[in-house]
């Protein structure tokens, strides 16, 4: 059964950074490309970014790139996403998922994503 376990959010001043981790489980990790999802408050669903099973194929959102990176370690089953220069607009629940973008327009989408992670970006 598939288990992803976000950590790292928490209160951050504009123009800090934060690093995301997702632990994965339940599943071959090595065989999936995965993405970040985030959901401010009020709002639907955005696709940030995503990384392919070796990590050769990796797209941004425009609002994050060029500020987020994302990388994984499929010996340690582990997705992560460093957040640079973060901004208030970037505060939301952020979700990692199985899948690459348009996974948060799936009809299962809470099957494949963990419970997330609170980024807030206030001063």
């Known amino acids: 059964q598939l288990q992803l376990v976000e950590s790292g959010g ?5 123009g800090g950074s934060l690093r995301l981790s997702c632990a994965a489980s339940g599943f071959t990790f090595s065989t999936y490309t995965m993405s970040w999802v985030r959901q401010a408050r009020g709002k639907g669903l955005e696709w940030v970014s995503h990384i392919s099973r070796g990590g050769g194929d990796i797209k941004y959102a425009d609002s994050v790139k060029g500020r987020f990176t994302i990388s994984r370690d499929n010996a340690k089953n582990t997705l992560y996403l460093q957040m640079n220069s ?7 629940l952020y979700y990692c998922a199985r899948g690459g973008s348009g996974v948060e327009r799936l009809g299962n989408f809470r099957l494949v994503r963990g419970q997330g992670t609170q980024v807030t970006v206030s001063s």
């Open 10 to 14: 928490g209160l951050v001043q504009p």
């Open 86 to 92: 973060l901004r208030p607009e970037d505060t939301a």
